[in-house]
């Protein structure tokens, strides 16, 4: 939590005058545009709210309160206020809210907002609930100190996002996240304006919502971790008084095993059927065997060439649209390689009775059904990208993800074509890519489409528990978040890290646990010991980035069991971001620019800090068992900051600086769990301090 | 998380030959008898376990699997078993666990275990499912680590409780504790063997259980803060498979004010009522005035008069019957001054009519009634002591707190004249008392007596809501959870606290935000800045200790909104108990009895620590407008150490002694929030240096 003193410019794409800059606002997303103005208006115990908006605005009047709590909460101001009430015409508040009309959160709406804050007062208007919701916790976010107390800064602010579906996909099959989790999860989405929450219910692993039309599904599904539909409810509300819609998923006609554990007569082969992985690769097989079952073995499918699959599905949409409001449904439909339809001489008739060529002609008919039965029920149809083709229905929306496939359109030429696009390729939390990786995503196009929707995070589970899941899912999503919300001009990358690093202070000082729980984690390991210094090391590393770690678990004898173990190793908690790792990037940035002496004594001092840190992990290990694995990146690290400092203090000779850089390459090798995050930096001050 | 040398002394109470002791091990409570031998049992994947027992033992087959995946995610041992099935009949697993009889959580069951450890392997053996549970905290607790990895050490254990009646008394009506805090309450109490947990669920502040007879209970007398009888089902769910009861109080006939929400035709007095503080102190007015309110005033009461009001209790008492299934329901009883009846014509002439001189007497009509209603339904009533008079029925139990009043026989008279006791007297935690208080509670009788069935940590929630929950409840809880479980003979506390704060840390890896959840207030607080001088200074402090800042707020203007305003300040995080204070008093006892030269520099270490520590809390709150309070007290720690380093510097005279002792006392003040921990100490060490 210490104080970085940060050199940035200012930021062409606000309107700031030329003394002032964006560098005391902590508002993230940036919105569209911010004035900012001399003054304050102080938050004493007499600031007081009055509310003024459509009569039973429930969602409004609750989320107004909530912020009242929330400002008591950061300032201890203590109001005199107990409660706002709706329309009780208090004209001499110090906060006067004003919301034309009532909605609940859904896609489509008018979300914009403005607030105006002067010395005298504050005011925030807004065309709709939604839009009012987002304006408070803007407002939230503009509480700032000085040494006399709190204050708002005086700003205009007008406000409105660029993409109108801002989401978070999470998947709760391959490990269940319990409630309580998700309900942090949405508070979070709800500080950076997300809006909706896609819930990936169903997958191979797991089926994890109760239904009473169907019970064999959650009770064989799930190894008794299901949400009851009481929970999912609550869940929903708990998230629309937030600003957010929830949709589900139910993944078909692949990653169904979990459905066939009660439903075997579903599945294009006979069973029985146990919920989990459904590559059944041998021990000990190689990486290429493994990757041969991936894609060329027949893996658990639906059968769709029954009329009885469709009249269960029938009934099952039927049960689960009146569960989820939401208009949108999601069928997964990704990643069927069509082989278990082709070894059945049953569905092979089918195919040929009905002409279909290839398993991707019965995929579309698939899709084209299930497309009949959610219009039937009133949800629009969602998809993953491999549902796609030429003669899908311009009502369903497609979510790109990245899938491998030749000649794939991109978001714009589907879009193009007519149907609606959701974007979450490069949005992919569980790459364990930094947050800079997804706040530039390529993915997004810098035109407007009106078919591209916007976007989700997505967070798959296989490598991540309830232990670790508010580790991976923030603060990056906030990232995601902004991309999503901001202007496309918005995108100083270190702008975004300066305001993500305080957001991510306040989310944990406002409840998460993506912070305190890898402490705990690492506290576990470590035994009861010290963690102090373990806690410095990994400010310079990472989970390794990429898939490598998820496709080494189809391969290791221990994939069967991924789901049982709890993900609490040191590759579970180290983060994918540390302020203390981007500082020194800057520094590095900094430093071989202008060769400024004090720059060069603070990138001495990181190295020093980091290098006597790593070297007291040998001392931690002999008490504690588990960070054997650690200390193996500590040593690495130990020696990178040894060959940073020696380039650093003295120019090297060409030889000498092309073994370091050798040396460095050492230190990233194919199955490593972690990184060394600050491994460029110190390639790129070896290599501007060597000597011609 | 240091790890500090301490010495203490072999103890009496523990077979141990001469050159072993307890010093490894970490259990808590203390078993009955525990025999350390030589020899381990080293814990591998290989480690497998076997479970006999009787059929469908449920709560223990998802126990034994529970223990597996606990001690899998302390070792990272990724065991080969994934799963324990009961009665495998696998002789050769490393872990035998045998249960003769099969029984749910309650009172009264033998609750004894054996456990045998080996170089060759582990036994557990149960006459009951709720003796094994508690085995299998006992061999959690006593997994232990060398440079090799994990083992259990060699001990055989016989152990069973001193008292049967091991229960926590929440209350979450004053603040409502939301569903997972509760659950992550009962894993500690399962660590910590307890087995009753008593929710005190209505108070005048709020009704928090949903009735279906009588919904506006909770629809008016909680404010939306409720749980529904599905939470409350999967809660007492959770409970027995950890081997707990859960059972309810329903708190009349004062603390009632909740119910008149609704319900106003049950008071004494006619409405409206609203959810709130039932004492009307004036704003502004003095201490004595408001003790006058709190003592002599007329506060909501129910009407015990009318035959409906009991009409009323039978049908809700039927309704939550059966939502409780344990065989006990609590009815309050308590602090009724019955003036609001006495104030009441109606309820005044039905007192002449039946001959009672006085509320006592209608009070203890009312117990009748209650404890009839209870019968009916099959339940056994138990009160506050309040509710006890000599012609009490002998089926009531009665929980003694320590009410004030004329003549009240302490526990052992109640039990020795018939009636069962539960002793909560000494164990609220409420009072921020450190654990050593609870430890050696002296309401504890040192003789056995069959009617004194045990005792209940309390926890009134006036001064802590969710976010300071478990830092109040934990680990102090564990202490008397000691006290009740291990023999009287099991009473040092040096070595209670060795294992305590080994114990915290362990509650802490394992999911309790005890410790994590004060950081973050802390980090709130400091507004982004570093803490850890802040966390240092903590250390030497503490809460006021008792009850004096309840009574100020019964006074203060705040009192009013106490429940809706966030408990967030330093008061609210600053824990009972730090280790850091604990180990600086067990250096100055060593020091003043032998004067060593490296004891004094170890207190002349953590004096200059703090000092330094507690200077740099002027530096703090000019970026932070909210820990300005700390600030007095870290001004005082700063003080109270440069006294104490002057002291122990050099040897002062008498009146230099006595002008240090005199400033001493002025850091303690009427109306303070907190304390210096570290005071005594500091006095004491000044008397011992002062010269004659």
């Not at 103005?37 to 909530?66: M, P």
């Not at 020696?646 to 600086?657: D, G, I």
Request: proline share 4%; net charge negative.
């Amino acid at each position: 939590m210490k104080k970085y003193f940060l050199i940035f410019s200012l930021l062409a794409f606000c309107k700031v005058s030329a003394q002032q800059s964006s560098a005391n606002l902590t508002l993230m997303p940036w919105p569209k545009s911010v004035e900012i103005n001399a003054g304050q208006f102080r938050i004493t115990s007499e600031f007081t709210v009055n509310l003024t908006g459509q009569k039973d605005d429930d969602i409004l009047e609750e989320a107004a309160n909530r912020f009242l709590q929330r400002i008591n909460r950061n300032t201890l101001a203590y109001f005199k206020q107990e409660k706002i009430e709706l329309n009780q015409s208090l004209s001499s508040s110090s906060l006067q809210i004003k919301v034309d009309q009532k909605v609940e959160p859904g896609i489509g709406l008018d979300e914009s907002y403005q607030l105006s804050i002067t010395d005298n007062g504050v005011h925030l208007s807004a065309p709709t609930t939604s839009g009012a919701l987002f304006g408070l916790e803007s407002l939230l976010q503009l509480v700032a100190t000085d040494s006399v107390g709190f204050y708002f800064p005086a700003v205009e602010i007008k406000d409105s996002p660029r993409f109108g579906w801002r989401g978070m996909m999470l998947d709760v099959s391959r490990h269940f996240i319990p409630m309580d989790i998700l309900k942090r999860n949405i508070d979070a989405m709800a500080v950076v304006k997300l809006n909706v929450l896609h819930l990936h219910l169903t997958d191979d692993e797991g089926f994890r919502v109760e239904s009473k039309v169907f019970p064999k599904l959650h009770e064989k599904g799930s190894k008794g971790q299901f949400y009851t539909q009481e929970e999912i409810k609550d869940l929903v509300t708990y998230a629309k008084e937030r600003g957010i819609m929830v949709y589900p998923e139910f993944d078909l006609p692949g990653h169904s095993t979990s459905w066939f554990a009660g439903y075997p007569e579903l599945a294009s082969a006979p069973g029985p059927y146990e919920p989990g992985h459904r590559y059944k690769v041998k021990e000990g097989a190689s990486m290429q065997e493994a990757m041969q079952v991936i894609m060329k073995s027949a893996l658990p499918t639906l059968d769709p060439s029954k009329e009885s699959t469709f009249k269960f599905l029938d009934q099952f949409i039927e049960e689960m649209s009146s569960l989820f409001p939401s208009p949108y449904m999601h069928i997964g439909a990704d990643e069927n390689n069509g082989l278990a339809w082709l070894e059945n001489p049953k569905i092979a008739a089918f195919m040929k009775q009905k002409g279909f060529e290839n398993a991707e002609e019965l995929q579309a008919y698939f899709v084209e059904r299930m497309h009949e039965i959610l219009s039937k029920h009133h949800k629009t149809t969602i998809g993953w990208e491999e549902l796609y083709n030429a003669d899908l229905s311009k009502e369903v929306i497609v979510q790109q993800w990245g899938a491998i496939g030749a000649n794939r359109p991109n978001a714009m030429e589907i879009a193009q074509k007519g149907n609606k696009v959701l974007i979450s390729k490069g949005f992919y939390l569980d790459y364990f890519l930094e947050a800079k990786a997804h706040y530039n995503n390529p993915n997004i196009p810098k035109e407007v489409h009106p078919n591209i929707l916007g976007g989700e995070a997505a967070l798959w589970s296989e490598l991540v528990d309830e232990n670790g899941f508010e580790t991976r899912a923030w603060p990056r999503t906030a990232a995601v978040a902004e991309r999503l919300w901001s202007p496309e001009s918005v995108n100083d990358v270190d702008e975004m890290y300066r305001r993500l690093f305080i957001l991510e202070d306040k989310l944990e000082e406002n409840g998460l646990n993506h912070k305190l729980n890898s402490e705990r984690m690492l506290s576990a390991l470590a035994n009861g010991q010290d963690i102090s210094a373990a806690l410095k090391v990994l400010t310079a590393l990472a989970p390794a980035r990429g898939y490598g770690r998820l496709l080494s678990q189809f391969v290791a004898a221990e994939s069967k069991k991924y789901q049982s173990v709890p993900l609490v190793a040191i590759e579970d908690l180290v983060a994918c971001d540390y302020k203390e790792a981007w500082v020194f990037k800057t520094n590095v940035e900094e430093y071989l620019q202008n060769r400024d002496d004090l720059v060069k004594v603070r990138l001495l001092n990181q190295l020093e800090e980091w290098n006597l840190a790593s070297s007291k992990i040998t001392q931690l290990i002999t008490k504690a068992p588990n960070p054997k694995e650690f200390a193996i990146y500590a040593d690495r690290l130990s020696k990178v900051t040894e060959i940073g400092l020696k380039s650093l203090k003295s120019n090297s000779s060409r030889e000498q600086s092309e073994e370091w850089l050798k040396e460095l390459k050492t230190f990233k090798q194919r199955g490593d769990k972690l990184e060394i995050q600050i491994l460029p930096q110190i390639e790129a001050l070896i290599s501007a301090g060597m000597k011609n």
